[in-house]
């Protein structure tokens, strides 16, 4: 089991900037890809969760979706079980709750189904 506990959500004006943080609670995090998903509002169900970033379990290979490529970076400290995200120039449309998830592989997948454990979210709320 690896419990996962988001921070950093929040309003925010549009072209503002949030930091998340993802803490985790065992040492297995280090072996373990993480990743960033988000639902947006009237998306109820779980799988309609869409993938944000996610990096292996170095950090040093990440994946982007294609709505947040040279706006958002993920990064991840081992020594601390922790992972981020920095979100930077966030438009309305980024607003959604976030949640932190860990995979069961060390490859950043962008599937929503290889990742194991999750986070409870954390709402973040762009304002135009």
């Known amino acids: 089991q690896v419990d996962l506990v988001e921070t950093g959500g929040g309003l925010v004006l549009a072209g503002g900037s949030l930091r998340l943080s993802c803490a985790a609670s065992r040492r297995t995090f280090s072996s373990r890809a993480m990743g960033w998903f988000r639902q947006a509002p009237g998306k109820e169900r779980e799988k309609e969760r869409e993938i944000v970033a996610s990096v292996d379990w170095s950090g040093a290979v990440t994946y982007y979706a294609d709505s947040v490529k040279g706006r958002f970076t993920i990064s991840r400290d081992n020594a601390k079980n922790t992972m981020y995200l920095q979100m930077n120039s966030l438009k309305p449309e980024d607003t959604a709750v976030y949640y932190c998830?860990?995979?069961?592989?060390?490859?950043?997948?962008?599937?929503?189904?290889?990742?194991?454990?999750w986070g409870q979210g954390t709402q973040v709320t762009v304002s135009s």
């Open positions: 998830a860990a995979s069961s592989y060390d490859y950043p997948y962008s599937e929503r189904s290889t990742y194991q454990y």
